[in-house]
């Protein structure tokens, strides 16, 4: 039989960091006060720490997707790509 893996300190880390930023963002009455006051703040955070370490951030997730681009003028064309990604794809209905 497989031994079960536990979870590690790390993981409990992460837990509490998503339940931390789920509460601040529950606490936010708007749209610009969530951008404000969570999502401003937290991006400029992994910017500081990617842009520190020199490498660029990809995270891809069930629902959303983060893409840090090595070159500020990149982020329009990475906006345009995408957007026009979503344009293509054809309706589904949920």
Do not use: H, Q
């Not at 509490?16 to 969530?34: F, K, N, V």
């Amino acid at each position: 039989m497989a031994k079960k893996k536990s979870k590690s300190k790390g993981s409990d880390n992460a837990d509490a960091l998503m339940r931390m930023l789920a509460e601040r963002m529950e606490a936010c009455g708007d749209a610009e006060s969530l951008n404000d006051d969570v999502i401003i703040p937290f991006a400029a955070a992994l910017e500081k720490v990617c842009g520190a370490r020199g490498y660029l951030l990809n995270i891809y997730g069930e629902t959303s997707n983060v893409v840090f681009s090595g070159d500020p003028d990149d982020a329009e064309a990475i906006y345009r790509l995408i957007d026009a990604y979503l344009d293509s794809r054809p309706e589904t209905t949920s």
